[in-house]
């Protein structure tokens, strides 16, 4: 019964790199949210997805970041030419269903480092 | 706009009762969720309202008052592994995009 599995845990890159995340939800969700958290602060939603589709991507900047969630494997949240300022933790989280009482369950995040 | 407010901190003593206050205004209200969250760790749920009057489960509650856009979760008995960050959270009309507050970090002490 496993849960929301992210890789890497742990991410370092140095400015101008690409980072790419990964999120396997639980078995049998296919909703699957991104959400960035800065230290001290609470979660910000970047994207929402189901298979092959996105949703709603009002929280995610315009420029550089991508999200997929291919019909074959994991959700992906791709950052292009990383900056200082995307050094966060990247929280993923996964849902049966979007609405009613379905909460979301959260994997363990990726903390992403920029040189 | 989308505004979640909650204390930064709060401390309270072990054995004691606690209540973590939210108050929220957002364009459109579909559920309001609590999550704990410990450093470094993942949010992990712990209660869901959508009407109105308090939810209990085990030493846990959550209040919900929709005409003033507030809630509260209630922690009893509280044991030193309560020590943790309490994230307010409310779900947008349409059923997927969920706000999230900041957080109110709780100290237990001996």
């Known amino acids: 019964n496993a849960g929301v599995m992210q890789n890497p845990r742990h991410l370092v890159r140095r400015r101008g790199q690409e980072a790419r995340l990964r999120c396997s939800p639980v078995?049998?969700?296919?909703?699957v949210y991104w959400y960035r958290q800065l230290p001290e602060e609470g979660l910000k939603f970047m994207v929402y997805l189901q298979k092959e589709n996105i949703i709603d991507e009002s929280g995610m900047p315009k420029e550089r970041f991508s999200a997929e969630f291919p019909k074959e494997g994991p959700s992906i949240l791709r950052i292009q030419q990383v900056v200082r300022g995307d050094s966060a933790a990247y929280f993923c989280a996964s849902s049966r269903a979007s609405g009613d009482n379905q909460p979301q369950h959260f994997g363990d995040g990726t903390r992403l480092s920029i040189l | 706009g989308q505004n979640i407010d909650q204390p930064t901190e709060m401390t309270a003593t072990e054995g004691a009762i606690v209540q973590i206050n939210c108050t929220y205004q957002?364009?459109?209200?579909?559920?309001l969720f609590w999550y704990q969250q410990h450093a470094g760790e993942a949010p992990t749920f712990l209660s869901y309202?959508?009407?109105?009057g308090l939810e209990e489960k085990g030493r846990f509650s959550s209040f919900l008052s929709r005409s003033k856009g507030y809630s509260y979760l209630l922690l009893k008995e509280l044991q030193m592994k309560d020590s943790a960050s309490y994230l307010c959270?409310?779900?947008?009309?349409?059923?997927?995009?969920?706000?999230f507050g900041a957080g109110t970090r709780l100290f237990v002490k001996a």
């Open positions: 959270a409310v779900r947008d009309t349409g059923g997927f995009k969920t706000i």
């Open positions: 078995k049998g969700h296919s909703h």
């Open positions: 309202n959508v009407l109105d």
């Open positions: 957002t364009s459109g209200f579909n559920g």
